[in-house]
């Protein structure tokens, strides 16, 4: 097993994962950062709902990491990619020397975490089904997935079996070698359904009905497929075929009516998705672009790969953050 735990970052995700592990019978100490989350917990339990019942259990939570009074042999870190790396940074204050962190997050954070306290020190965790916090301390999960868990150079470690052996209690779990090609693939994803829909407002079905849009989606995605296979990545596929909507940039009219045709589809099957970028930006809120787009942007200069589109994508999102932009379907109109 993992040890003791600290799971920092109690929203939606955080949150069902907190409450299944307690319910196995592990326990875990919660840091929620948030004074109205800690009090909720402690005054109603841990709540949540999955798809097959319902449960509330009691749990050890803390607003700070300090006042959870380490050590720990392990750190789930569950917060927003803005706040990981210095998240990670205290929290390694409280690890023993074989002690290490898990990154959650949406982007590619790992590397910066590794260089703030030794990528040694960093396991790999990508989450592959979503989960809403209704109110503090109440979760909910809302559609299946599978968790990808692995060390970042493909070895398969003690550790990294004990973290997975915990988070099977939240369902199934892919032990992957290849963690760097989980996380490209759904940084592809990430970078094209949460940034265009940030820009748009609208949900995925709106989108993707408008052949316009299917078109900077499928350029938003190729840009992140050619920069990972520049730098030597193998994309693994997570839920469908990480090449599905990957458009050569010499595809002819076939390919060109097929990948419109598929992104057709997908925004059919799931036209009521919406961006969780769009979200944190209707709540005024900084979002993780940096992690998502802008990162495929660094990573493309250094091997050379053009990506115009996500570079507009990241220049846009931040124009709305400032208040400089709002967020409305026209913005479509002055991407590359």
């Given at each position: 097993m993992s040890g003791r735990i600290v799971?920092?970052?109690?929203?939606?995700?955080?949150?069902?994962i907190a409450g299944t592990l307690i319910d196995?019978?592990?326990r875990p100490a919660l840091v929620t950062n948030n004074a109205e989350i800690t009090e909720a917990i402690r005054a109603n339990g841990l709540r949540v709902k999955l798809p097959d019942g319902s449960f509330t259990v009691q749990a050890d939570v803390y607003t700070t990491l300090a006042e959870a009074k380490g050590p720990f042999d392990a750190a789930y870190l569950i917060m927003k990619a803005l706040g990981v790396v210095e998240a990670a940074t205290e929290t390694a204050k409280f690890l023993p020397p074989d002690g290490y962190v898990v990154t959650f997050q949406n982007g590619i954070v790992e590397d910066a975490v590794g260089g703030a306290i030794g990528i040694e020190r960093v396991v790999s965790a990508s989450i592959g089904w979503n989960a809403i916090m209704h109110r503090p301390g109440e979760y909910e999960r809302t559609t299946p997935g599978d968790t990808f868990v692995g060390e970042?150079?493909?070895?398969v470690t003690p550790r990294v079996r004990a973290v997975a052996e915990a988070l099977r209690h939240c369902g199934p779990v892919t032990l992957s070698t290849n963690m760097r090609g989980v996380l490209w693939s759904k940084l592809a994803i990430n970078c094209t359904v949460n940034s265009v829909g940030a820009l748009t407002g609208e949900t995925l079905g709106e989108m993707l009905a408008d052949p316009r849009i299917r078109r900077i989606f499928l350029r938003t995605y190729s840009e992140v497929v050619d920069t990972a296979e520049a730098h030597g990545?193998?994309?693994?596929?997570?839920?469908a075929n990480p090449k599905l909507l990957y458009l050569p940039k010499n595809a002819g009219f076939l390919t060109r009516y097929a990948k419109d045709?598929?992104?057709r589809m997908l925004g059919r099957k799931y036209k009521s998705a919406r961006?969780?970028?769009l979200q944190s930006l209707e709540r005024g809120r900084k979002t993780e672009v940096d992690f998502l787009n802008g990162y495929v942007c660094a990573m493309g200069k250094k091997v050379g790969i053009p990506t115009p589109v996500n570079a507009a994508l990241t220049r846009m999102i931040k124009e709305i953050e400032d208040g400089k932009r709002t967020i409305a379907k026209k913005n479509i109109a002055e991407l590359p």
């Amino acid at each position: 097993m993992s040890g003791r735990i600290v799971i920092q970052g109690i929203g939606g995700i955080g949150g069902i994962i907190a409450g299944t592990l307690i319910d196995a019978g592990l326990r875990p100490a919660l840091v929620t950062n948030n004074a109205e989350i800690t009090e909720a917990i402690r005054a109603n339990g841990l709540r949540v709902k999955l798809p097959d019942g319902s449960f509330t259990v009691q749990a050890d939570v803390y607003t700070t990491l300090a006042e959870a009074k380490g050590p720990f042999d392990a750190a789930y870190l569950i917060m927003k990619a803005l706040g990981v790396v210095e998240a990670a940074t205290e929290t390694a204050k409280f690890l023993p020397p074989d002690g290490y962190v898990v990154t959650f997050q949406n982007g590619i954070v790992e590397d910066a975490v590794g260089g703030a306290i030794g990528i040694e020190r960093v396991v790999s965790a990508s989450i592959g089904w979503n989960a809403i916090m209704h109110r503090p301390g109440e979760y909910e999960r809302t559609t299946p997935g599978d968790t990808f868990v692995g060390e970042l150079d493909g070895t398969v470690t003690p550790r990294v079996r004990a973290v997975a052996e915990a988070l099977r209690h939240c369902g199934p779990v892919t032990l992957s070698t290849n963690m760097r090609g989980v996380l490209w693939s759904k940084l592809a994803i990430n970078c094209t359904v949460n940034s265009v829909g940030a820009l748009t407002g609208e949900t995925l079905g709106e989108m993707l009905a408008d052949p316009r849009i299917r078109r900077i989606f499928l350029r938003t995605y190729s840009e992140v497929v050619d920069t990972a296979e520049a730098h030597g990545f193998t994309l693994e596929r997570i839920a469908a075929n990480p090449k599905l909507l990957y458009l050569p940039k010499n595809a002819g009219f076939l390919t060109r009516y097929a990948k419109d045709f598929i992104a057709r589809m997908l925004g059919r099957k799931y036209k009521s998705a919406r961006s969780s970028t769009l979200q944190s930006l209707e709540r005024g809120r900084k979002t993780e672009v940096d992690f998502l787009n802008g990162y495929v942007c660094a990573m493309g200069k250094k091997v050379g790969i053009p990506t115009p589109v996500n570079a507009a994508l990241t220049r846009m999102i931040k124009e709305i953050e400032d208040g400089k932009r709002t967020i409305a379907k026209k913005n479509i109109a002055e991407l590359p």
